[in-house]
Nanobody, 126 residues
Framework: QVQLVESGGGLVQAGGSLRLSCAAS????????MAWFRQAPGKEREFVAA????????YYADSVKGRFTISRDSAKNTVYLQMNSLKPEDTAVYYC???????????????????WGQGTQVTVSS
């Protein structure tokens, strides 16, 4: 059974940092792209960042480029999202996602992802 479990969310002041983790189990995640999405109250789920199976390429939404960094540790089956210079508009539930497409470029549409974590809340106060 495939499971993605996020952790690391919390409350932080504007300008602060958080590091989210997503532990994957039950599948060969090392061969597949992974991504982070977020959803703020009353808004649609949006793409944040993605990474290829071997970490040779990363992709970011314009709103987080230069502030967030996605990475993965294949030995630990874990994906990370380092978030720096946080802004109040980054407040959302953050979700980890995986798509069953071995060795492929990660999509940016949420509908294309097969597996999702339960989400972790990030709140940035002004």
């Amino acid at each position: 059974q495939v499971q993605l479990v996020e952790s690391g969310g919390g409350l932080v002041q504007a300008g602060g940092s958080l590091r989210l983790s997503c532990a994957a189990s039950g599948g060969a995640f090392n061969r597949h792209p992974m991504a982070w999405f977020r959803q703020a109250p009353g808004k649609e789920r949006e793409f944040v960042a993605a990474i290829t199976w071997n970490s040779d390429r990363t992709y970011y939404a314009d709103s987080v480029k230069g502030r967030f960094t996605i990475s993965r540790d294949s030995a630990k089956n874990t994906v990370y999202l380092q978030m720096n210079s946080l802004k109040p508009e980054d407040t959302a539930v953050y979700y980890c996602a995986s798509v069953y497409r071995p060795f492929s470029i990660p999509p940016v549409k949420s509908q294309e992802y097969n597996y999702w974590g339960q989400g972790t809340q990030v709140t940035v106060s002004s």
